[in-house]
T-cell receptor, first 112, second 114 residues
Framework: QQQVRQSPQSLTVWEGETAILNCSYE??????FPWYHQFPGESPALLIA?????NKKEDGRFTIFFNKREKKFSLHIADSQPGDSATYFC???????????FGAGTRLKVIA | NAGVIQTPRHKVTGKGQEATLWCEPI?????VFWYRQTIVQGLEFLTY????????DSGMPKERFSAQMPNQSHSTLKIQSTQPQDSAVYLC????????????FGPGTRLTVL
């Protein structure tokens, strides 16, 4: 029940395109949904996060779309750049116990 | 402000030896989390402390793993009788409590068990 599913496993886009990464969950008690990116040899770094009071959160080129009814959320990276090439992880946590449940990751490659 | 500090960055042990990993959270953060990352299992939660008290250790292998937080400035993860399957990157993260969900990760300790 405490699972977060992430797709696709890998994604290749051209520079300038919008990359779309998807996640879904089952546990309706989850109330915080962050996205992290991780570059090779580095640790995960927080990119953007959303709480279910909103269905959209934007930060520059990065946007989270959240669908509470379908228990899905996605990360859209607009105008993708080669420097965005990394592994992206979605996660979820529940208020009161803040541990993260992570998705399996999406390896994004942006081709110039 | 320094981020989360983890030492050592790399540790190599022989099978059956003990490994102790250290974490210093960001100053002012009162929640500390330990995760493990492998290619096969991905990012797995191990344990977490809030205000130095253990809150949830549901991810810890019970027999050989233990964690402590003796003061607000550091936490340790100890693995006894290490096995090759313990090889992983062990990540420590910290966050504020009281609704502060954002977790900030340290650089990790890469443990290799030969």
């Amino acid at each position: 029940q405490q699972q977060v599913r992430q797709s696709p496993q890998s994604l290749t886009v051209w520079e300038g395109e919008t990359a779309i990464l998807n996640c879904s969950y089952e546990d309706s008690t989850f109330d915080y949904f962050p996205w992290y990116h991780q570059f090779p040899g580095e640790s995960p770094a927080l990119l953007i996060a959303i709480r279910p009071v909103s269905n959209k959160k934007e930060d520059g080129r990065f946007t989270i779309f959240f669908n509470k009814r379908e228990k899905k959320f996605s990360l859209h990276i607009a105008d993708s750049q080669p420097g965005d090439s990394a592994t992206y992880f979605c996660a979820a946590s529940t208020g009161g116990n803040y541990k993260y449940v992570f998705g399996a990751g999406t390896r994004l490659k942006v081709i110039a | 402000n320094a981020g989360v500090i983890q030492t050592p960055r790399h540790k190599v042990t022989g099978k059956g030896q003990e490994a102790t990993l250290w974490c210093e959270p960001i100053s002012g953060h009162s929640a500390v989390f330990w995760y493990r990352q492998t290619i096969v299992q991905g990012l797995e939660f191990l344990t977490y402390f809030r205000n130095q008290a253990p809150i949830d250790d549901s991810g810890m292998p019970k027999e050989r793993f233990s964690a402590q937080m003796p003061n607000q400035s550091h936490s340790t993860l100890k693995i006894q009788s290490t096995q090759p399957q313990d090889s992983a990157v062990y990540l420590c993260a910290s966050s504020k409590t009281g609704g502060g969900y954002e977790q900030y990760f340290g650089p990790g300790t890469r443990l290799t068990v030969l």
